[in-house]
């Protein structure tokens, strides 16, 4: 009966919705317009359009999100042939589930002048299930080949309330966009940007008034058959969105997640007020969003059951009267105990109680776990919301912003975070994927507050190279490379347990190294992570009209400036603030000296933002070379990019230019 | 009648249930000469494909394998990928550690179940049930078993004793059985060491292999198809998701395809049969025609995989290929065909390996192979012109380095035929550039440089032809990625479809480009073409060296240099042979301010002994040397 009643509404909404655009009513002149941007730019949006709204038909189905999605793209090359397939990705969860609709679609074609059109047949569109939560419907226009214009729109019907974020800028240009979405006055909605562009907004209420079925009670409160209709009146808020000409996103060198700068607007539910006066809040200021938190059942609750980790906890108070050790040794336990499952979650999904005991979970059941550990062994700590960079950055108060939990536990009035998913961290490392944004660290109280995720801590690397030049030209020589700070956590995970020779291989062949010996790798958590080996190459020393070149840095120096386009769109990534160390002692035969010892040289980014020096010395016949490259900030604007272009230039230069030896 | 009860008692004996057996051998039963490069070792496997009608296959499989290290996760290889046509009966995943105590335990219903949709796949109904167990340390025991019924018999899945690279083995075991009247056959590859059992009686084949060290993938070296061991098995008799058929040898396979798989799909509509013979009407050649057939396909089709029951198999409808103007390689191959019919043009339907290594079709065991279709049209002279049918771009009769050079399955209406495509040679793989440079009194350079590519080397660049202005200029700035600061004034290409040639016509400024050190001026002279490629060194090269296609590059750059300086020094002329290759580098005063280098690199096409890895390795040092050097210039 439920099954019929859905088929029957969905009709009732086709025709009582008076579309706001027309499909299939392309004209001849729409093949005229061109892109502004490319000339041989893939494909193009001639229009992208959406209409989001929410709909009541039957009470007890309750209010759901509909969504239009209008697109008539011109397929500019063969390589935008692509643009011609669609899919679209629906969400599952128990019995609720996202349903596609009315899927047209039209291809047009300009034969002699006359416009040809082909409509999308139904057989080429094909449901699969992807998995648990997800199934997709993906379709194929017809005929689609260079020049041509394919339009085609279709409705998603969502039992969630949500409206999908507006993104209004893709991998090829735009050139009109628009986007109408209205919200039921008992809706409240937070609306963010992301990425580089804005819309221009109109904003107007109007009243709307529809019927919706409802079933009549009977006595006593019991279920009838009998559908009633009633009517209701609301006012809607109407926001219409738009945008001309927005140019294509495009992957730049040094960004973490692409995704984090395409133009989008980004909704996020703040409260329902279903029934007058009953007004559930979701989100809307940090305090309601760890109020929040605090009761649900993913997230604050379990940490108030935590009754299985008692005994445990007064082991480890008994084990370490030293607050910081019983941390620490929790932080291993946890690690070694609870086998992270590879997903990053901020809410979690089943009991602690559970995972504890299958001895696995997620990011969150993890790390709740290591919290709830903290707190029976008698010490301060409290969980921390955060966003991973290959999940968003996390801009305003919100839930959805969050994909991961950080432990953080006050040790002698200092605040040192933990995450129990990273095997290779020691105490306070966090992985690249985690220093991103601000995280926020919530307590039972209510209270929270906000923490830096962007790494304050220079990560350190030294090299030193010791290397001796024999009279026929050849090289041997010592290779020594410390890392210090969170970089050891990639370097650790790259190389340990791996083959032996897997890892000399490496080092061989990353210097182009002719032969590697006494090589020595450590990445256990135990020890810094270091690496050192002798060496032999030929092919340090250039010997050109009897004199000798040697490039200062030998084999450490830059091999390119990685800044190569003479543009920026999206912020410069450096993962971390960095110094590298490099100081090369060069031995050479007494029969030679540097022709003039070079100048030493000090470059400085303005505002103190990084500095690279290159000093060479000469002491008999050992030449020393020094240098030191620091960059103080993770991230950098694109309009600081001339900047940081110019100055690897610089230091590029100075790196490459040559010591010159001659015979005494 | 005698046969017929062996091969009963032959099921008697390999029909069995999973048993969750805990693996007799342990970590510490692994001798430490296989440990070596090893990120797992398989302690014991047992595969048993039993085929007791011609639509019926069931493989059950046992596979205990120990995990040192993350990168072994993947030889757990805990799924199994499921249709229509095939059923996962059981499967079973248990994971100890290493002291045999179980750690997990993963029954069907805890396996994952996802959607087996490739990349350019619109719809496909192939499933995949897949265990996600996360290691929390190593080493660890992963048992893994299960029973698979198919309905299919065309396929059967070939034995790897040793199936990846870092992984070894100690004992591992496949015994196939079949239907006398299928006809069993199988084929060893790769087992010049003779490190496979083999033992066959009746209808059972049994084949095993003991202690294998793990392998280490070489740069320049086999494919894994022509290095790793494998058996390969086929029927003369099988069932293809319910189609019945032969293959005895590739005439009778091939007529089979004719009949059952292509027969009946080849329709095309009246008007688009109108519209080919109107545009091939006066025409006078065969090739003339064929062309203009083959344009017209490209010009309104695309690639789109849609894979439903046979369909995985059976082209898709040539009139709905037209109608909906995509489908996959058979779609679009068997619609390329049909319109060729409609002008009169002779051409066959052809089954091939689309790889960048050059894989046969093995020609003397008859069973299905291949993963791609191409279009072959016989000529008069007897060569054959070879169509890729799912590019837009490709000019027509190239194939490029995904389907040259090899075996391919050429289905005549007579019967399969196996025949080479075309050989890429030498002379034909070639990149020349023609180039000026004018260093400045600033040590800027200004660079006109001219690139044409012919051959497999075509393939490579005429891609630039169809993408963006940025993308082209990201594309020059990290070709020439040893000079910074490049600015790029402008970018002409010309995509000559006839001839095969494809030419790049680039002008760019750079600054600092030679740099100064007290009198003297040092300009590395190889502006344009400089090769900075060296292979891996191993300490014990394994494999031959592999050259799988020879190539040609030849320069010639003129330098001008500012009046103000003069030329104090230029570098030896450099020529080397070996067997595999050959360089030359050579400057040329012309007057006081200018010069002209002239550079030639071949590499040739071949397998050599692997003694000759070290000497190519040392041939591309010099070959980098060579390209690096420098002139000296004084004020």
């Not at chain 1, 729409?30 to 730019?41: C, G, R, V």
């Not at chain 1, 309750?62 to 935008?80: D, E, L, M, P, R």
């Not at chain 1, 907004?201 to 009670?217: A, G, I, P, V, Y």
């Not at chain 1, 032969?515 to 060496?535: G, R, V």
Request: aromatic content about 12%.
């Amino acid at each position: 009966m439920r099954k019929i009643l859905v088929a029957l509404i969905v009709l009732f909404t086709v025709l009582v919705d008076a579309q706001d655009f027309k499909i299939g009513k392309l004209k001849t002149d729409q093949f005229d317009i061109t892109s502004n941007f490319e000339a041989k730019t893939p494909a193009f949006f001639i229009k992208k359009e959406r209409f989001s709204e929410f709909k009541l038909n039957d009470w007890e189905e309750g209010w759901y999100a509909q969504k239009i999605v209008h697109n008539i793209i011109k397929i500019n090359t063969t390589n935008g042939l692509d643009y011609g397939t669609v899919t679209i990705n629906l969400y599952k969860r128990s019995a609720d589930e996202e349903r596609v609709n009315n899927i047209e679609g039209y291809t047009y074609e300009l034969v002699d002048g006359a416009l040809k059109k082909t409509k999308l047949d139904k057989k080429s569109i094909f449901k699969t299930t992807l998995s648990e939560r997800y199934d997709q419907v993906s379709f194929a226009m017809p005929n689609v080949k260079e020049g041509v214009i394919v339009e085609y729109s279709y409705e998603v019907f969502s039992p969630f309330w949500k409206i999908d974020d507006l993104i209004f800028q893709e991998d090829v240009p735009v050139i009109s966009y628009k986007a109408e979405v209205k919200v039921p006055e008992i809706f409240e909605f937070n609306t963010y940007y992301q990425g580089k562009y804005r819309c221009t907004l109109e904003q107007e209420n109007k009243r709307k008034s529809f019927n919706f079925s409802f079933r009549q009670q009977g006595a006593y409160g019991t279920k009838t058959q009998n559908t009633r209709i009633a009517n209701m009146t609301i006012t809607e808020a109407v926001y219409t969105y738009s945008k001309q000409n927005i140019p294509p996103l495009k992957e730049e060198i040094y960004t973490n997640n692409l995704e984090n700068y395409r133009s989008s607007i980004i909704f996020e539910l703040a409260s329902a007020e279903l029934s007058q006066g009953k007004k559930k809040r979701f989100a809307t200021s940090w305090e309601e969003v760890v109020q929040t938190l605090n009761e649900s059942d993913r997230f604050g609750k379990p940490l108030l059951k935590t009754n299985f980790l008692k005994e445990e906890g007064q082991r480890f108070r008994e084990s370490y009267p030293n607050q910081k050790d019983r941390a620490y040794s929790i932080y291993e336990f946890v690690k070694n105990n609870i086998a992270w499952d590879g997903k990053y979650r901020s809410r979690v999904d089943r009991s602690l109680k559970k995972a504890f005991e299958s001895k696995a979970g997620s990011s969150a059941e993890v790390n709740l776990l290591l919290v709830a550990l903290l707190r029976e062994a008698g010490l301060t700590s409290h969980p921390v919301l955060s966003a991973t960079k290959n999940y968003k950055v996390p801009i305003f108060p919100t839930l959805e912003g969050f994909n991961h939990i950080l432990a953080a536990v006050a040790l002698n009035d200092r605040l040192t975070l933990l995450d129990a998913t990273e095997r290779f961290a020691k105490p306070g490392q966090l992985s690249e994927n985690v220093h991103n944004w601000e995280g926020r660290l919530v307590r039972p109280d209510g209270s929270s507050q906000k923490i830096n995720l962007f790494s304050k801590k220079h990560v350190q690397e030294q090299t030193l190279v010791n290397i001796t030049f024999s009279e026929d030209t050849k090289a041997r020589g010592v290779f020594k490379k410390r890392l210090l700070g969170d970089n050891e956590i990639a370097f650790r995970k790259k190389f340990s347990n791996k083959p032996m020779a897997t890892q000399e291989a490496y080092f061989r062949d990353q210097y182009n190294l002719e032969t590697l010996t006494d090589f020595s790798l450590k990445s256990d958590l135990d020890s810094n992570a270091e690496i050192s080996y002798k060496f032999e190459s030929q092919e340090l020393l250039e010997v050109i009209n009897d004199k000798w070149y040697i490039q200062p840095l030998l084999f450490l120096k830059e091999n390119e400036n990685p800044f190569k386009a003479s543009t920026r769109e999206t912020p410069i990534d450096f993962k971390f603030p960095f110094i590298e160390r490099k100081i090369i002692n060069i031995e050479v035969p007494k029969t030679h000296t540097l022709q003039e010892i070079p100048e030493p040289i000090k470059l400085l980014m303005t505002d103190n933002l990084g500095e690279y020096s290159l000093t060479i010395s000469q002491n008999q016949n050992v030449i020393q070379v020094m240098s030191i490259f620091k960059l103080n900030r993770t991230l950098f604007p694109p309009s600081e990019y001339e900047t940081i272009r110019s100055f690897y230039t610089q230091m590029l230069e100075r790196q490459t230019t040559p010591l010159v030896l001659i015979k005494k | 009648m005698i046969k017929y009860f062996s091969f009963l008692s032959f099921f008697l004996f390999i029909q069995f249930n999973l048993l969750s057996q805990i693996p007799s051998l342990g970590i510490e039963d692994i001798d430490p000469s296989l440990m070596e490069n090893a990120n797992s070792v398989v302690l014991e496997e047992k595969i048993k494909v039993e085929i007791p009608e011609i639509d019926k296959q069931i493989i059950t499989k046992y596979r205990a394998v120990v995990v040192f290290n993350k990168n072994g996760n993947q030889a757990v290889n805990a799924y199994e990928a499921y249709d229509e046509s095939i059923k996962v009966k059981e499967v079973r995943l248990s994971i100890y550690d290493k002291s045999g105590e179980e750690l997990k335990n993963y029954k069907k219903r805890d396996f994952q179940d996802y959607s087996a949709v490739a990349g350019g796949t619109l719809y496909s109904e192939s499933r995949v049930l897949v265990a996600d167990y996360s290691p929390k340390s190593y080493p660890y025991i992963a048992v893994f078993e299960s029973k698979v019924e198919s309905n299919t018999t065309a396929f059967i899945s070939p034995y790897f004793p040793v199936s990846d690279y870092y992984s070894a083995i100690i004992n591992s075991e496949y015994t196939i059985g079949a239907a006398p009247d299928l006809e069993i056959k199988y084929k060893a590859i790769n087992n010049d060491e003779n490190s496979l059992q083999i033992t066959q009686t009746e209808n059972v084949i049994n084949i095993s292999s003991n202690n294998v060290k793990a392998l280490i993938p070489e740069d320049l070296g086999l494919s894994k198809k022509k290095f790793f061991t494998q058996v390969l098995f086929g029927l003369n008799y099988f069932s293809l998701k319910g189609v019945k058929g032969e293959g005895k040898d590739w005439s009778t396979f091939g007529k089979w395809i004719n009949e059952s798989l292509l027969a009946g799909t080849n329709d095309i509509p009246e008007t688009t049969k109108q519209e080919i013979i109107d545009l091939v009407k006066d025409v006078p050649t065969d090739v003339e025609k064929a062309k203009l057939v083959y344009q017209y396909m490209q010009d309104r089709t695309r690639y789109i995989s849609v894979q439903v029951g046979i369909g995985g198999w059976k082209p898709m409808m040539a009139n709905e290929v037209d109608e909906l103007g995509y489908g996959d390689c058979k779609a679009l191959t068997n619609y390329t065909k049909a319109l060729m019919d409609v002008a009169g043009v002779q051409s066959y339907y052809t089954i091939i390996n689309a790889s960048n290594d050059k894989e046969d079709i093995t020609e003397n065991f008859t069973a299905i192979q291949g993963n791609h279709v191409i279009l072959a049209l016989p000529q008069n002279d007897e060569s054959i012109v070879w169509l890729e049918c799912t590019n837009q771009q490709v000019p027509f009769g190239y194939i490029g380095a995904s389907t040259d050079d090899r075996n391919a399955l050429v289905i005549k209406p007579e019967g399969g035929e196996i025949i080479k495509t075309k050989k890429y040679e030498l002379n034909e793989n070639k990149f020349s550039t023609i180039g000026t440079v004018r260093l400045n009194e600033e040590h800027g350079i200004k660079v006109e440089a001219q690139m044409t590519s012919s051959g497999v080397l075509y393939g490579q660049h005429y891609g630039l032809e169809s993408i963006d202005e940025k993308d082209r200029n990201k594309y020059y700035k990290n070709y020439w990625d040893y000079i910074d600061n490049i600015e790029i004034q402008s970018i002409e290409v010309d995509n000559n479809k006839d001839q095969v040639l494809f030419t790049e016509s680039v002008v760019f400024d750079a600054e600092s480009y030679a740099t100064e050190i007290g009198e003297e001026i040092i300009v590395p002279i190889n502006v344009v073409n400089r090769s900075n490629y060296v292979p891996s060194r191993y300490k014990e090269r394994k494999q031959p060296l592999v050259i799988s296609r020879g190539y040609n590059y030849q320069d010639i750059v003129t330098i001008e240099i500012p009046m103000s300086n003069s030329i104090k020094f230029i570098p030896d002329a450099i020529r080397i042979e070996e067997d595999f290759g050959k360089y030359e580098f050579l400057v040329e005063k012309i007057n006081e301010t200018e010069l002209r280098y002239t550079r030639y690199l071949e590499i040739r096409e071949g397998i050599y002994p692997r003694e000759q890895y070290k000497n190519y390795r040392s041939f591309r040092r010099k070959v980098t040397k060579g390209d690096n050097q420098k002139i000296i210039l004084t004020k």
